[in-house]
Every structure is written in C-alpha cells, then in structure tokens.
C-alpha cells in the first residue's frame, strides 16, 4: 500500500484546478487575519507612541485621561491654565532636565494651534524615540513665524512663505480672527502619525502678542487694534500657559517628581505619566480593534467551511476511488487519514501562502503606511501571537476535515463497486 502523504499529494494534483481555487480562498482568509493583527499591534505602538521621551505632562488639576487628550491629541480644553511662576519653580526642581510648555486656545481652519518654545523640536520624540524632522524650511525664529504640521500642509496645501491668519477658539468656523497679526510659514514637518501632524506651532510670545491688545477675552476695537510693529514692542513673555510637557534626569525619580507636582501649594497642579495615561485611553477606545479581529476570525472560518464543503463535495465523484482503494487493501483509518491529510496540507499551505502574501504587500506597502498614516510595519519575524493565530487555522482545517474524512470512513466497499459510470 502506498504511504498516505504521496498518495495524498497525487490526490490533490489530479484536482487541482478546484482546489487550487480553495487555497487561494484559504490564503487571502488567513492574510487578511494576519494582516489585520499586524495592523492592530503597530496601531496600538503608533498610539502608544504618540509622545514619547516625556517622563511627565503637567496641567492644571483634572481629569488624567482629559490632560492628555489636550495637551497631546489636541481634544477637549482646559479646566484651567498654569501661572508661569509654577512652571518656573516646577522647572528649578533637582530633578528636572528639561520643560516645554504648551499654549493652547487657537485655531486655524479646524487645526490647533500649539504655542511652544524651541525645546519642542529638540525634545519631543514619537514612536521609538524618534525626533521630529523637516520636509522644507526650519523652526520659527521670529515672533510672526510658523511651522505647519505634514497633514496641515498637504489638506489646505500651504507651502513656505504663505501667509496664515490664525482664529480665537476651537473649531472649524470661528468668526473672530487675528486678521490684523497674519503669520508666514518658516517650515514644515515630515510626517508622524501623530497629533503633531495637525498642528501648527508658534512661539509662546506669538500667542501673547496675538492677544496683547485684547481686554477680558474680547476682541479690540478696530481704532484700538495694535500692529505687528507696535505689539512686538510689548513686553511677551507668557504670565500662563496651558500644560507642560517634563523630562527627569533619571526616571526612578518620576514618582518622587509626580508627588511633588501633585501637592505643589502654590495652586492645584496634575502630574501624569504619558505612557500609563495612553494605556488607561486605549482600554477605552481599543474595542474596535477587537471587533476588527474577530472580523477576520470569521472571514477565516468561513474559508475553512469553503474548504470542507469542496471536500464533501467531492466525496461523490471519489467513491469509486475510495473504493478502489479499499480494494487494494486499504483499511478504513487510510481512508479516514488520507481525507484528513489533505484538508490539513491545505490549510498549512494556504497559511503559509497567506503569511508570504502578507509580507509581500508589507514590502509593498509600508513606505505609503508610514508616510501617509504613521504607522511603521516592519518585516519582522512573526510574533508569538501570529504564530498562534497560524497554529489555530491548521488546527482549524483539521477539525473542518474530521466530516468529510468520516463520510469517507463510513463509505462501504460494496457501494463504491456498484456505481454505475
């Protein structure tokens, strides 16, 4: 009697053409599993990855999930803005290598404005501490400059030396504008896929230059309003600000640092760390994902099922065969493993056609992932969770083919004899 897996292949050569068709099913079910599962994972460190190198954000006392949607997402507002005088004491502590502080409250078209000084671009870092760098031109210099996240430029299709007039407020329709203290853009930023790419930034002395002529939160009069000459003549150094991004000198000491800030006397201070702050938020939105998973669980089973029925189908034009088998001398447990072993070759080779195929369009496609979304999916060898999902679809296929091999096992000599061709 011929070994089993030979006489298996040949089986499966002599149908090729329909099962052909079914690995090709089988294949694209379990890429776009694993496709789906790679997406989730460099999702989840894009997302973990948003702000990164920061030991600490500082704001005022709230919320921990609402300061990090402000001050890193640009969502929400401020229950409250920091005196510059904390923030300098803040600063002075031992501890402290460095603060960025952050202003907030304007807009443009829709997009955030973020008053910052130039430790932004030295220290901020995303994904794998990854700094930011420049598509064109350079960081803001003059009081008047700007710098025009990647995603800002290409939707309103901004370049260098075009002039911005910035909103009061939030939103997209803001009918109060700082028409007469237009901006001209200095640079712009490569790509992220961060909220930074939504951003534009400024000087924290633009932001009090913008405003210098207003009283109590209202506009001035046309006949008060201040040029750009005669406000830059001001005084504009920030008296608040609305949160602060903090690096230590050595991270053991962040709770001790957290502490401090958090019982600072001079006013109700929030210290937060970014990364536990950003795993409490993603516990929160992170049920779509899961939803998206068991999505493409089901578009595997659905292979699989497609897999056994071509088996079962078959079954019909094979009863001659199975029992010419029998005849040979057969037994039914080599009828029962040849069934088995065919829908078990089937699915490790459309699982492994899946995972190359799953490479080939990461190669294909991760340089448009990373530029146009962030997301940086390497070829990386498969993850223990891959190997998983890859390990449950062959045992997937080898339970779907435990009917059919069963049909094939209850099949009797005598039935396959008396077919008539």
Request: hydrophobic share 50%; net charge neutral; with cysteine.
């Amino acid at each position: 009697m011929t070994p089993i897996l030979p006489l298996c292949w040949r089986s499966l050569l002599n149908r090729k053409l329909t099962l052909g068709l079914t690995l090709i099913s089988v294949a694209l079910s379990v890429a776009l599993l694993l496709g789906v599962e790679r997406l989730r994972t460099q999702a989840r460190q894009g997302f973990a990855g948003s702000i990164a190198g920061t030991d600490l954000i500082l704001g005022a006392r709230g919320g921990s999930i609402q300061l990090l949607l402000y001050s890193v997402f640009g969502i929400g507002q401020a229950t409250n803005n920091l005196s510059w005088n904390s923030l300098r004491a803040i600063a002075a502590h031992p501890q402290v290598a460095w603060m960025v502080p952050l202003s907030l409250g304007d807009s443009h078209r829709g997009f955030p404005v973020l008053g910052t000084d130039q430790g932004y671009f030295q220290h901020y870092r995303y994904a794998r501490q990854r700094a930011l760098a420049w598509q064109a031109g350079h960081p803001f210099a003059g009081l008047f400059e700007l710098v025009l996240g990647a995603e800002v430029a290409a939707r309103l299709e901004y370049g260098l030396g075009d002039q911005i007039v910035l909103a009061h407020g939030a939103g997209e329709h803001n009918l109060i504008e700082h028409s007469d203290k237009p901006f001209r853009v200095v640079g712009i930023l490569e790509r992220t896929g961060t909220p930074v790419d939504r951003a534009l930034l400024v000087s924290l002395e633009a932001i009090e230059a913008i405003h210098i002529d207003w009283q109590g939160g209202a506009p001035p009069l046309p006949n008060q309003r201040l040029t750009q000459e005669q406000a830059a003549g001001f005084d504009l150094a920030p008296k608040k600000v609305t949160a602060a991004l903090l690096g230590l000198k050595s991270r053991a000491a962040v709770f001790q640092v957290q502490r401090f800030i958090n019982q600072y006397p001079g006013e109700p201070l929030l210290a937060i760390l970014p990364g536990a702050t950003l795993q409490e938020l993603w516990d929160l939105i992170g049920v779509a994902e899961q939803a998206l998973l068991a999505i493409s669980a089901f578009v595997v089973v659905v292979g699989l099922a497609g897999l056994t029925a071509v088996i079962i189908a078959g079954l019909g034009e094979r009863r001659r065969e199975l029992a010419i088998l029998r005849s040979l001398g057969a037994g039914p447990r080599h009828i029962f493993f040849l069934l088995a072993s065919e829908s078990l070759l089937l699915s490790l080779a459309g699982s492994l056609l899946g995972l190359g195929l799953v490479y080939g369009l990461t190669l294909a496609l991760s340089p448009w992932l990373e530029s146009r979304l962030g997301l940086v999916v390497g070829l990386d060898w498969p993850s223990a969770r891959e190997w998983e999902l890859l390990a449950a679809v062959i045992g997937g296929g080898l339970i779907a083919s435990l009917f059919p091999a069963w049909r094939a096992y209850r099949l009797s000599l005598a039935d396959g004899l008396t077919l008539r061709v």
